[in-house]
Every structure is written in C-alpha cells, then in structure tokens.
C-alpha cells in the first residue's frame, strides 16, 4: 500500500509563492509517477503536474512557466513549487501516484492519492 501525505498549503496574496510537499511511503518509487492535481470548488480536479522519479516533468498550460516540480529520492517526497500565484490558483491540491513510467495528465490512471491541502490566493 501507499500512503501519500501533502503538506504546505495556506493562505498567500496574489503574485506570491508556496511551496507543497508530498511525502510518499509505502513502495520503492523509483518505477512510479508522482502527479500534482487541484480542484476548486464546484470543478472537476485537473491535471497540474507530473515527475518521473527518474527524470522527466510535464505541466498544465496554466501553470507552466510558475509551477516547477522536483523530488528528493533521499526522503520519498516531491516538491510542488508555485510561483506567480493568482487567484484563480485557489483549490485543493492533491498528490498522486502510479506505477509505471510514461507521464500521464489522466487523473483515471493514478491509484494512489492523498488527502489533499488548501491553497487560496487571495487578490
């Protein structure tokens, strides 16, 4: 079993930044993507992110260029980055998880999912 803990949510101004962690246990994650997903209230939950333990990232349109993702192997846990936050960043995100290695955007395809943190950015 897995078991994904997110930390590092709160309240910021518009323009500022926030750091996520995601600490994951459980498996050795060297074969797994990790996924950062986000859902506002009354939305669907989308896509923000993904890593590959062994390299490898891709983003959603709306937060390239702002949002980076990066891992410590040493201590099982990925990093979401935000920068540049706006207030249409507001939602709970979550990280994912799934075995394998080809990066997906599909939030059907990630097994794995942890209780989510809040982010609200205020304008």
């Known amino acids: 079993q897995v078991q994904l803990v997110e930390s590092g949510g709160g309240l910021v101004q518009a323009g500022g930044s926030l750091r996520l962690s995601c600490a994951a246990s459980g498996r050795t994650f060297s074969r797994y993507i990790m996924g950062w997903f986000r859902q506002a209230p009354g939305k669907e939950r989308e896509f923000v992110g993904a890593i590959r333990w062994s390299g490898g990232t891709i983003y959603a349109d709306s937060v390239k260029g702002r949002f980076t993702i990066s891992e410590d192997n040493a201590k099982n846990t990925v990093y979401l980055q935000m920068n540049s936050l706006k207030p249409e960043d507001t939602a709970v995100y979550y990280c994912?998880?799934?075995?394998?290695?080809?990066?997906?955007?599909?939030?059907?395809?990630?097994?794995?999912w942890g209780q989510g943190t809040q982010v609200t950015v205020s304008s």
């Open positions: 994912a998880a799934k075995s394998g290695v080809v990066l997906t955007t599909d939030v059907y395809e990630y097994d794995y």
